[in-house]
T-cell receptor, first 111, second 114 residues
Framework: GEDVEQSLFLSVREGDSSVINCTYT??????LYWYKQEPGAGLQLLTY?????DMKQDQRLTVLLNKKDKHLSLRIADTQTGDSAIYFC???????????FGSGTRLQVQP | SAVISQKPSRDICQRGTSLTIQCQVD?????MFWYRQQPGQSLTLIAT?????????ESGFVIDKFPISRPNLTFSTLTVSNMSPEDSSIYLC???????????FGPGTRLTVL
């Protein structure tokens, strides 16, 4: 079955860039997503990328996709304390259309 | 995007009872899903809610324990039956908007079973 993996924790200083990485195994992934979850809250869709793209930029967020290596990253420029949260990557395959989630990366931003 | 509401937002229930969670969305959607997020864990798909027919369950989840209804395009319910403390989780519905490939999540229902 599909598997999505992320590192569990990342700590950065305010103003620095954060890079959160994700790997997946499903070759038939069509879309890959990044969600943000703040404590006690639901999931907020941040951005997503179609599998035939290799980069997408949206304000402070840059998504890079290496389809050959099945590697996805989310770069947050000028990281702020309000960016502290858990970030989940997720992939959708053509058949099922539901999402398979990674374990989540807890981003801690230090002032 | 879409506005997705879930009721209740949280509940504390006794072992052996059942709880029905409602999910309502304000836009036309194609797909509706139910996920579970156990404490400190990631999200696991319970089932795909199909309009007017039986839900499609993932391995490890069965209809008797998690009956799901979806009477129309924008509303679904998930029941957690005969609850035990192991069912303590956040239950989230998600929707895929019509004409898009984006999936949005409701705010979740935080369930504690004593």
């Amino acid at each position: 079955g599909e598997d999505v993996e992320q590192s569990l924790f990342l700590s950065v200083r305010e103003g620095d860039s954060s890079v959160i990485n994700c790997t997946y195994t499903d070759s038939s992934s069509t879309y890959l997503y990044w969600y943000k979850q703040e404590p006690g809250a639901g999931l907020q869709l941040l951005t997503y990328i179609f599998s035939n793209m290799d980069m997408k930029q949206d304000q402070r967020l840059t998504v890079l996709l290496n389809k050959k290596d099945k590697h996805l990253s989310l770069r947050i420029a000028d990281t702020q304390t309000g960016d502290s949260a858990i970030y989940f990557c997720a992939e959708k395959d053509t058949g099922r259309r539901a999402l398979t989630f990674g374990s989540g990366t807890r981003l801690q931003v230090q002032p | 995007s879409a506005v997705i509401s879930q009721k209740p937002s949280r509940d504390i229930c006794q072992r052996g009872t059942s709880l029905t969670i409602q999910c309502q969305v304000d836009s036309q959607v194609t797909m509706m899903f139910w996920y579970r997020q156990q404490p400190g864990q990631s999200l696991t798909l319970i089932a795909t809610a199909n309009q007017g027919s039986e839900a499609t369950y993932e391995s490890g989840f069965v209809i008797d324990k998690f009956p799901i209804s979806r009477p129309n395009l924008t509303f679904s319910t998930l029941t957690v039956s005969n609850m035990s403390p192991e069912d303590s989780s956040i239950y989230l519905c998600s929707v895929e908007l019509a004409g898009t490939d984006t999936q949005y999540f409701g705010p979740g229902t935080r369930l504690t079973v004593l």
